[in-house]
């Protein structure tokens, strides 16, 4: 895969892979809500700059996001990177918050915003999810 990097530093990396049409970020460590805000809108920019429609999230290795930043994604980032054109979405997350089913209600929004999320625990099961959808 070809990767042009976004954002790279000591808490994510984010990255545009040109061959594959997607956007991907990687959280090394956990993140504090503006240095996060920051690297998700820089993907934003990304996806409307190369005309991409597919995240891949590998959160991991990322803490508990915050009730604001929960209500920042909500009100805003999720608002206009889905106007900027982003269609499907595949987060990696730990084992213990797949079984945990916390992500029900924010899948259900999504889904009523268009957007069609998965959520899995095994990053290449989730890019190939990514490779089979058109866009």
């Keep these: ?7 790279d530093n000591e808490y994510i990396t984010v990255q545009y892979w040109s061959d594959k049409k997607i956007i991907s970020h990687v959280v090394h460590q956990p993140i504090a809500d503006e240095p996060l805000k920051a690297a998700l809108n820089a ?14 999230s590998d959160d991991r290795k990322n803490g508990p996001l915050s009730p604001e930043m929960l209500e920042w994604g909500f009100t805003d980032w999720d608002v ?4 900027a054109g982003w269609k499907y979405w595949a987060n990696v997350v730990p084992e213990d918050l797949a079984a945990a089913g ?20 095994d990053v290449e099961k ?10």
């Design 1 to 7: 895969m070809s990767a042009i990097s976004i954002v």
């Design 43 to 56: 993907g934003t920019e990304a996806l409307k700059k190369y005309g991409a429609h597919k995240w891949l």
């Design 126 to 135: 989730a890019t190939q999810w990514l490779d089979s959808l058109e866009g």
């Design 80 to 83: 206009r990177t889905i106007k």
């Design 102 to 121: 916390t992500l029900a209600p924010v899948m259900d929004t999504l889904f009523e915003m268009g957007l069609r999320m998965m959520v899995f625990t």
